[in-house]
């Protein structure tokens, strides 16, 4: 069978590994993005979309369906947004406007990228957005859906000053810090692993399947995904 899947949010720091690393994987990897991403190969498809409301317009010409398994790696902080609408717009609008598209076209694998600290009751508007995104992305009810929860991101970040000074904070003390610590920080490329064999391993297990598949929706916590990866990046 051949092997689909479409990202988006594969500039960012999480999905330009990931579309490394999925392009290993499947036989046709489509990437919608404003950007072509930095790595590119023979089984890409690149979609260029300078406005995510017009994302269905691009959509209905990438030939996502039943087969493709869907990753959205897409996020802002509200500084690089500019606002609160614009933030909430881009972390829940687009990302929740692209499952239902996804859905729409018989997509039954997701894979959303969310954050730790994702909690609908929290008092910061970047926590309750990524909890509402979990929420409205759980009700479209995928065949499968795996959320990812991981701690600060170890990586270049572009205009996110404060998350480049809690790297380097970090790596002063990192020998001292044991990766069974839950808010032990995680590398973008490890977080892009526990993606990929999370969708591998989904996609084995089918093979053997003979029973109808049942709805699951799984939350892999930031310990989760250090265990997953153990070896150094």
């Known amino acids: 069978m051949q092997r689909k899947a479409i990202v988006i949010g594969a500039t960012g720091l999480v999905g330009q590994h990931l579309v490394k690393q999925l392009s290993e994987l499947y036989d046709t990897l489509i990437v919608i993005a404003r950007r072509p991403p930095r790595y590119i190969n023979a089984s890409m498809r690149f979609y260029q979309v300078n406005d995510f409301d017009n994302l269905a317009e691009i959509f209905a010409s990438v030939g996502a369906d039943r087969k493709t398994d869907a ?14 609408e614009a933030f909430r717009k881009i972390d829940h609008d687009y990302n929740v406007g692209f499952a239902k598209l996804c859905q729409d076209k018989g997509v039954e694998n997701f894979f959303l990228l969310s954050s ?17 995104t979990e929420e409205s992305i ?15 991101l170890l990586g270049k970040h572009k205009g996110r000053p404060l998350e ?8 002063l003390i990192s020998p001292l810090v044991s990766e069974s610590l839950s808010l032990h920080p995680i590398s973008a490329k490890r977080v892009a692993s526990a ?6 391993d989904i996609y084995h297990r089918s093979k053997y399947r003979s029973e109808p598949m049942i709805k699951t929706t799984d939350i892999i916590e930031n310990k989760q995904m250090l265990a997953m990866t153990r070896v150094k990046y």
């Open 71 to 84: 990753f959205s790696c897409l996020g802002t902080t509200k500084k690089q947004a500019g606002s609160d």
């Open 116 to 132: 730790m600290n994702a909690d609908i009751n929290s008092r910061f508007l970047y926590n309750r957005v990524k909890a509402e």
């Open 138 to 152: 759980m009700a479209l009810e995928f065949a499968q859906l795996v959320i990812f929860r991981p701690s600060l």
């Open 195 to 200: 993606m990929a064999m999370s969708a591998h």
């Open 164 to 171: 480049s000074l809690g790297q380097k904070a970090f790596q």
